[in-house]
């Protein structure tokens, strides 16, 4: 078999518009993840919230900075857990699944001395830091590197198994360990954080790292062996290496504005920090739109490995992409209109960085619109086509945060440069996959579907924001635009309902 071979065709499969395990199951695990994910997501505005209010801004910019080597951390391990993921899918629609696991060993053991390495690595940086400055305890980038080289081989271990778990569509217990974990966040690393400032933050991210892995292993996850097998981890990079690339290069693209301020600010540490609650809004829409993508993953290679059919696998991403439309505009809507009153009020230090968040929601909606997209060609082997559209992203971002920062925009305009090169990435990245399988009905109902929930919440909201602006307005008059464009999200919802998303229950039934 060659590195980067696809499963043959199967020509008298039938086109399905619907997973393998039916729209029921979907909707369930949908409902399932997205309930864990409400809880999660307001266990983690507290946890942001209390963090916020016993950090300074410069050491929230630390932090911030620091998690970007964490994020990095995902992309040590060259692909092999991406590439022995997406063969795992595809074989449970195969039904064949004995290869498949075997690979599993293999990148667990790849993926545990890489994140070593990485760690190494990050410890050495620190030590260097913290040497040229005169003394490892006078630099916070110091100690936050030496932390950071103990988090980054706890959190990869933890996040192979949560990985695993969702490609074989465990949503129940990846359901509960997020609950867990976000709990654990809230009272031990709020705790920690209050009581030693960021190095009581590091030790409580460890604790709840380790608390975590401790609870999987509990309920039961599916132990791995140390296993080597040069040729095999060869062809495991080979499917994974591009999947890795595209990955990178989409979490370049996301952080790229904290990067640039970090970069060409010169009070990097304090407006990065303020950038921060920007980051927070544009973080809930990211994981409303990682609800639907999270169930959904998996089942787009389960779907081609049982019918080996790109049309079957885009049509089923196009409906979910009306799906997270519907979710993203209310997310999108709300934001627009309550985080300026809203965060102003409660965090006048990060004042600086209130108004950049309404210009950061579209980008973010957009972001949250192309995973189904990307999920689609990583799962039909055409995930080297999705890097072009993110390096698009990625250099229009750059470009557009220079050009605001040097030209004297400051942070409005960097998240508005950063919101652009969002939208561009997500029309290139549909043009190059989804587009090219749909006919000409189904892109029609495409652009229309998601057109009609995002146009009228999301431009209301803007007019309501620009003839009543919130930092002008009180709480009420806040609430009371929130109130409309909640009446012109149902609206939109109803009619969406009505001329097209009702067939999903049809198709269900017609299976």
Same mark, same amino acid.
């Given at each position: ?39 999660? $997501? ?59 696991? $075997? ?95 960021? $190095? ?48 990178? =290069? ?17 009070? *990097? ?39 080996? $059919?790109? *049309? ?71 995930? *080297? ?45 549909? =043009? ?80």
């Amino acid at each position: 078999m060659s590195v980067c071979s696809e499963p043959a065709p199967f020509a008298a499969a039938p086109e399905r518009v619907a997973p393998v395990s039916g729209w029921r199951r979907m909707l369930a695990d949908s409902l399932l993840v997205s309930a864990a994910t409400i809880v999660c $997501q307001g266990l983690a505005v507290a946890t942001s919230l209390l963090l916020r209010f016993v950090l300074d801004p410069a050491q929230m910019g630390v932090w911030q900075g620091l998690k970007l080597f964490l994020n990095y951390a995902n992309y040590a391990n060259l692909g092999i857990s991406k590439g022995a993921a997406r063969e795992l899918t595809v074989a449970l629609g195969k039904g064949d699944v004995a290869e498949a696991e $075997q690979g599993l060993n293999l990148a667990f053991t790849v993926n545990t001395l890489s994140s070593l390495l990485y760690g190494a690595l990050l410890a050495a940086a620190g030590l260097w830091i913290g040497l040229s400055s005169g003394g490892i305890g006078r630099n916070a980038w110091t100690l936050g590197l030496l932390a950071l080289a103990v988090l980054v081989v706890v959190q990869r271990h933890l996040t192979f198994h949560v990985t695993i778990l969702r490609c074989r569509q465990a949503f129940a217990l990846t359901s509960k360990l997020a609950i867990v974990e976000g709990a654990l966040t809230l009272l031990v690393v709020g705790g920690c954080a209050y009581s030693w400032g960021l $190095q009581g933050l590091y030790a409580g991210t460890l604790l709840v790292l380790l608390a975590s892995l401790a609870y999987l292993k509990a309920c039961g996850a599916e132990p791995f062996a140390w296993a080597w097998n040069r040729r095999e981890i060869a062809r495991l990079i080979g499917i994974g290496g591009p999947i890795l690339l595209a990955g990178a =290069a989409s979490v370049l693209l996301q952080s790229i504005d904290r990067l640039m301020i970090l970069a060409c600010s010169e009070s *990097r540490e304090f407006e990065l920090g303020c950038y921060s609650l920007s980051l927070l809004v544009g973080g809930q829409i990211s994981g409303l739109a990682n609800m639907l993508s999270l169930v959904m993953g998996p089942r787009y290679g389960e779907l081609f490995g049982s019918t080996g $059919q790109r *049309r079957s696998v885009a049509l089923l991403a196009a409906r979910a992409s009306e799906l997270q439309a519907c979710l993203l505009a209310l997310a999108g809507g709300w934001a627009i209109v309550l985080a300026v009153p809203v965060l102003g009020r409660l965090f006048p230090a990060y004042r600086p960085g209130v108004a950049p968040a309404v210009w950061l929601v579209p980008g973010a909606v957009a972001l949250g619109l192309g995973l189904p997209a990307n999920q689609y060609l990583v799962a039909v082997y055409r995930e *080297r086509w999705a890097l072009a559209a993110v390096l698009s992203g990625v250099v229009l971002a750059a470009l557009g945060s220079y050009a605001a920062l040097a030209g004297g925009y400051g942070l409005v305009g960097v998240a508005a440069s950063t919101s652009c090169a969002y939208v561009v990435h997500f029309v290139l990245l549909a =043009a190059i996959s989804l587009w090219l399988e749909l006919d000409a009905a189904a892109r029609m109902r495409y652009v229309l579907g998601m057109s009609l929930i995002l146009g009228p919440v999301l431009g209301l909201a803007a007019w309501l924001e620009y003839a009543w602006p919130g930092d002008e307005a009180n709480l009420a008059s806040a609430a009371f635009k929130a109130c409309l464009v909640f009446a012109a999200w149902l609206s939109a919802a109803a009619i969406g309902w009505h001329c097209g998303w009702r067939e999903i229950c049809r198709e269900e039934r017609g299976q």
